[in-house]
């Protein structure tokens, strides 16, 4: 069995054929979808002003990220599944398109930022826990980061 008749698979689910045959249940999933995306990146904005010291600047960024880190979790796990239902409908051609491809592979870099963080700087996160703004490692692991993004390394 190869990608086509996999993609064609799904695009033949009953899940698929129901979504994709409904006036209101594509809106209604690419809704919930655009407000997990929204409440992914607005979590994330929370831990990231925390980091640089202009919010929450008296909180320990411990507590703050795991108060906040649950709601980014359920707001991710939503977004895979709104997205997974989406896809479905017509795999075929999301499969094929280039900005598609190209949105998949941003998500796995983002896995991969999110891997290193965890294996370098966010082992020292009880050192900085209560600092005002993050120590200089971590504006560096931004920086690596925002430069590997753009397509060069910058220290």
């Not at 698979?9 to 054929?17: D, N, P, Q, V």
């Not at 209604?28 to 979590?43: C, K, W």
Request: include cysteine.
């Amino acid at each position: 069995m190869g990608i086509a008749d996999l993609l064609a698979a799904l695009e033949a689910s009953s899940i698929a054929t129901t979504i994709r045959e409904s006036l209101y249940l594509f809106p209604f999933i690419e809704a919930a979808h655009v407000i997990g995306l929204t409440m992914v990146f607005g979590t994330i904005a929370i831990v990231d002003l925390r980091l640089l010291g202009l919010a929450s600047a008296r909180r320990p960024f411990s507590r703050i990220a795991s108060d906040v880190m649950r709601w980014t979790w359920a707001a991710f796990a939503l977004t895979a599944l709104t997205g997974l239902l989406m896809f479905s409908t017509n795999a075929a051609v999301y499969y094929h398109n280039l900005f598609f491809r190209a949105k998949m592979a941003m998500l796995a870099c983002a896995g991969i930022n999110i891997l290193i963080f965890g294996r370098t700087v966010g082992r020292s996160i009880q050192q900085w826990d209560r600092d005002v703004a993050a120590p200089r490692a971590l504006l560096q692991h931004g920086r690596a980061a925002r430069g590997w993004r753009r397509g060069r390394r910058r220290p």
